[in-house]
Structure formats: C-alpha cells, structure tokens
C-alpha cells in the first residue's frame, strides 16, 4: 500500500495534462505561422516536433475558439484521396498579434519559476 502511495506522489500526468491545455492555444498558433495546416497536420507537427512528448487527442475546441475570436481563419477546403474534408486554417495579423503577447507572457512566467527553481529552498514565513 505504501508503494502505491509512493507511486502516486510522483505521478505528473495531471500537471502535465494541465500545461497542455494551458499552451493549446499558443502550440496551434505557433504551428500556424509558417504555413496554412488542417486540425490532423497541426496534431502531428506538435507530436514531431516535441519529439513524441505532446500529443493531442483533437484541437477542435481550441480551434474553434480562435476561429470565433478571429485569431485564425478558415483559408481553404480539399477533399482528400480517401474522400475526407480537410479544413487549412490560417494565422489572421489579431492572431499574431495575440501569439506575440502569448509567447511574451510565457516567456515571462517561465523566468519566474526559474528564478524560483534556482532560489533552492523557499523560506518560510519570509
């Protein structure tokens, strides 16, 4: 029983689960700088290129939110070989604007931890 408990305290699935969906929206935005991509190409190009450590089940609903607020915009429909819809969407210049400000904040929030990580012990009651 003990190790099931210790096993547990080292469990990060939960964390990790929480970084992801926090990052969802600016990983698809950075994925859509370059070149126009549809929901499945963008899951891959993350997966790739995170070397296997992200991996999404679907972006939809973060897709949809940044299409609704006018971040990314729909730019072309192609039926593919095996008679599938793929919808390419674009980066729009809010959506950039919106990137620049995402990448900006997390920037910002990763030096803090840092400098928190690298303070070693936190004191108590400071």
Known sequence: MAKKKQEKNR????FKTLLKRASTEMLILLTLRKTPMYTY???NTLERLSGGYLAFNT????????RELGFIKETERV????????VY???TENGQEYL??????YKRFSEVIEVIMSAGEIEQGA
Not at 11 to 14: C, E, K, L, P, Y
Not at 79 to 86: E, G, H, I, P, T
Not at 100 to 105: A, G
């Open 79 to 86: 039926m593919s070989d095996d008679n599938r819809v793929r």
């Open 11 to 14: 469990d990060t699935s939960g």
């Open 100 to 105: 620049e400000n995402l990448v900006e904040e």
């Open 59 to 66: 972006l939809y609903i973060a897709i949809y939110r940044l």
């Open 41 to 43: 190409e963008m899951m």
């Open 89 to 91: 969407f674009s980066i």
